[in-house]
Nanobody
């Protein structure tokens, strides 16, 4: 099990950028986890944004491709999401999550067992 704490959310205008961070408490076990970012807008289901394995292999949802970049620093037990060219439809609570499942690339919530509390991102037009 791993404890996750997100930070870096905020309010920006359309076209702006934000960098989210997620600190993990798992210590040396962190490299075992596949890590992902998810988001949930009011009244909508939680959806996958991007995920990464310990070697840096990544997968992105179509909505994130070309605008968002996921990365991780295993020495710091930290996950990042660089978000550029933000749009109002990116407004949501963003969550980081950890998985030990071989299905991590599917970006489905059921494949991730540990979750942070979320950080709010609001993009105004």
């Amino acid at each position: 099990q791993v404890q996750l704490v997100e930070s870096g959310g905020g309010s920006v205008q359309a076209g702006g950028s934000l960098r989210l961070s997620c600190a993990a408490s798992s210590g040396y076990m962190y490299v075992r986890f596949y890590m992902g970012w998810f988001r949930q807008a009011p009244g909508q289901e939680r959806e996958g944004v991007a995920a990464i394995d310990s070697d840096g292999s990544t997968v992105y949802a179509d909505a994130a491709k070309g605008r968002f970049t996921i990365s991780r620093d295993n020495a710091k037990n930290t996950l990042y999401l660089q978000m550029n060219s933000l749009k109002p439809e990116d407004t949501a609570m963003y969550y980081c999550a950890a998985s030990l499942s071989s299905m991590w690339r599917l970006l489905r919530t059921w494949a991730y067992g540990d979750w942070g509390q979320g950080t709010q991102v609001t993009v105004s037009s």
